[in-house]
């Protein structure tokens, strides 16, 4: 079965400083990973996945295939950065089935 | 370009009822997921349909039922509701069968009293 853990429900981190959000995924194979942010008062969308290797808003997210892991990194922490960050994945291209399997969600605060 | 829109924002429904919610997806896609989010969960897919056909399905009941009609809205149907069936729903659209980008909508929050 396919699962996504975030052990964080809630980070909080001073404004400036380093962010990095956990995630770690199971699947038998090679998934595609993403990760979703809702902004309070927005809806869900989608902040990067692995596949494209772009930096959004300054957030990098490094597939780390033996650790099962692809966490959310930002060298400094912005105000607006603050919102519900949920890590994702699906079956691969080819794979017949792409529904997107989330964690339960990790609420970042940064103060600033 | 137009984004995916759901109606209605909320509802109340009484145990055993039974309730429709509606899906426009966004220009040109093809694609639409339908996933509930409890309160402090993430969102758990439902049902995914593409061109009209079901493709892919969640661990969800039968009375948790759906369809996409030729221009690709689409509607939630769910019988018998449950007081475990209040959450937020979502649906999702994209282009294709693949592991794409789903734009979601703002969501129908139900109620089941």
């Known amino acids: 079965a396919q699962r996504v853990t975030q052990p964080e429900k809630l980070l909080s981190v001073f404004k400036g400083a380093p962010v990095e959000l956990k995630c770690n995924y199971s699947?038998?194979?090679?998934?595609?990973l993403f990760w979703y942010v809702q902004y309070s008062r927005q809806r869900l969308q989608l902040l990067l996945r692995?596949?494209s290797r772009e930096s959004i808003k300054g957030f990098t997210a490094d597939l780390n295939k033996g650790e099962t892991s692809f966490h959310l990194k930002k060298p400094f922490a912005q105000e607006e950065d603050s919102a519900m960050y949920y890590c994702?994945?699906?079956?691969?291209?080819?794979?017949?089935?792409?529904?997107?399997?989330f964690g339960k969600g990790t609420k970042l605060s940064v103060i600033p | 370009e137009t984004g995916v829109t759901q109606s209605p924002t909320h509802l109340i429904k009484t145990r055993g009822q039974q309730v429709t919610l509606r899906c426009s997806s966004q220009?040109?896609?093809?694609?639409v997921s339908w996933y509930q989010q409890a309160l402090g969960q993430g969102p758990q897919f439902i049902f995914q349909?593409?061109?009209?056909?079901?493709?892919g399905r969640g661990n969800f009941p039968p009375r948790f039922s759906g369809l996409q009609f030729p221009n690709y809205s689409s509607e939630l149907n769910v019988n018998a509701l449950e007081l475990d069936d209040s959450a937020l729903y979502l649906c999702?659209?994209?282009f294709g069968q693949g592991p794409y980008e789903q734009y979601f909508g703002p969501g129908t929050r139900l109620t089941v009293t």
């Open positions: 699947y038998s194979g090679s998934p595609e």
């Open positions: 220009s040109g896609h093809n694609t």
């Open positions: 994702a994945l699906s079956g691969p291209r080819g794979a017949g089935s792409y529904q997107l399997t």
């Open positions: 999702a659209s994209s």
């Open positions: 349909y593409y061109r009209e056909e079901e493709n």
């Open positions: 692995h596949i």
